[in-house]
């Protein structure tokens, strides 16, 4: 039985073993705290086989000179592993397929398979649930993690969304739309209209060019080109053309408002048009439309100002990104809120509080005017909300 020393700054060492270690591989001889004095003495004797280091930001510089000075004394620390460290994992296989459950393995080994690929290719494919994606190697987002987990992007979200809309609209899934607005490569609109109602049509809108295309090529590999109305445009209050800052580390988090994480990007021109256009033009009913999904980066009142007659004259459930520092910053926060309520969506439940506690909790859409104090300043929104109507 292979003998591990746990080096713990962080108290994640006994659920950590627990949750990713094989069973009965290993036997823990003793585990290091910040307090202890004998620290170094029982590193350096090297009556283990492993050392796992679990260390948060703070520590791991404190971590890193030490391993430094262990080398400087002729001594290995190749057996020495940053336990919530990927990269060092795949640094030592022996120690990733001796120690670790074969489903924690497969998972860096997957993760290592795409840090190889992105090296040699512009695009990389991957499958979730026998659907399958294409996406840009570049992808640290949606791609990368549907990539390494197997499981669709924004899985939770979508089911959640499907399920409060059954309570609160009792929506039929019997024919209709999915409206997805910012649709990025499909990943939503594909599982949502091929895993959880598959009786709807899809209505997607991308403004993003090389979105668009990674768009038609994954309905064509699930089968669903024939069930789909695209669009490549933004949406908007207004007919315009925009200046759109392309993220292409997360192609998914392109907009038209400039924030940190663009600073810098690439740029391409896109035309904006209403929903409630677009709607006219594709002969679409007002009643056909059975959910709306918005993702637009911040510019999800500019899309509601555009979806006005739709949203006013239907019962339609809206899930939606809410980034309330951009809708604070561009003036239009009191305006989004004043909107919704005179059209009748009063009401909303948190995506992320209820995810996690499964609790309906509702609020009054007056309730985002607060929420904004709260966000997180470097994400400038605090997830994703469900439009309650008429409650």
């Given at each position: 039985m292979l003998k591990l020393v746990l080096w713990d700054y962080t108290g994640n060492s006994v659920a950590w073993t627990k949750k990713f270690l094989k069973p009965n591989v290993a036997h823990i001889v003793r585990t290091l705290k910040p307090d202890d004095s004998d620290q170094a003495e029982v590193i350096l004797r090297g009556d283990w086989d492993y050392v796992l280091i679990f260390a948060d930001d703070n520590s791991r510089e404190i971590f890193d000179e030490i391993l430094s000075t262990i080398r400087v004394m002729n001594i290995s620390t190749d057996n020495i592993i940053f336990a919530m460290s990927i990269s060092n994992w795949i640094e030592n296989p022996a120690a990733l397929y001796s120690l670790l459950n074969p489903s924690t393995a497969e998972t860096i080994f997957r993760w290592m398979n795409f840090v190889n690929h992105r090296q040699w290719n512009h695009y990389v494919a991957c499958d979730a649930e026998n659907l399958h994606y294409v996406g840009t190697s570049a992808d640290d987002y949606v791609i990368k993690l549907t990539y390494v987990t197997r499981e669709n992007h924004t899985l939770d979200e979508m089911k959640a969304f499907h399920a409060l809309a059954k309570k609160f609209y009792g929506t039929n899934d019997s024919d209709g739309y999915f409206f997805d607005l910012g649709a990025n490569i499909g990943t939503t609109g594909i599982y949502f209209t091929k895993k959880i109602a598959p009786n709807l049509k899809l209505f997607a809108v991308e403004p993003d060019a090389e979105n668009f295309k990674l768009l038609r090529v994954n309905l064509i590999l699930n089968d669903m080109e024939s069930r789909a109305t695209l669009v490549n445009c933004g949406l908007g209050?207004?007919?315009?053309?925009?200046?759109?800052?392309?993220?292409?580390?997360?192609?998914?988090?392109?907009?038209?408002?400039?924030?940190?994480?663009?600073?810098?990007?690439?740029?391409?021109?896109?035309?904006?048009?209403?929903?409630?256009?677009?709607?006219?033009?594709?002969?679409?009913?007002?009643?056909?439309?059975?959910?709306?999904?918005?993702?637009?980066?911040?510019?999800?009142p500019k899309v509601l100002l555009g979806a006005q007659n739709l949203l006013a004259k239907s019962n339609i459930p809206v899930f939606m990104e809410c980034n309330l520092l951009a809708w604070k910053n561009s003036g239009l926060l009191e305006k989004t809120v004043d909107l919704l309520r005179e059209i009748g969506y009063g009401h909303f439940i948190w995506i992320q509080e209820f995810l996690r506690s499964d609790e309906e909790k509702i609020y009054s859409i007056e309730n985002l005017l607060v929420l904004v104090n709260y966000v997180n300043r470097s994400l400038g929104q605090i997830g994703d909300i469900f439009l309650i109507k008429n409650l």
């Open positions: 209050d207004k007919f315009d053309e925009m200046t759109m800052y392309r993220n292409l580390k997360n192609p998914g988090g392109n907009g038209v408002i400039l924030v940190d994480d663009l600073i810098g990007a690439p740029t391409e021109k896109i035309r904006i048009a209403p929903l409630d256009y677009l709607l006219a033009e594709s002969k679409i009913a007002p009643e056909e439309v059975k959910y709306i999904w918005i993702d637009t980066e911040g510019f999800e």
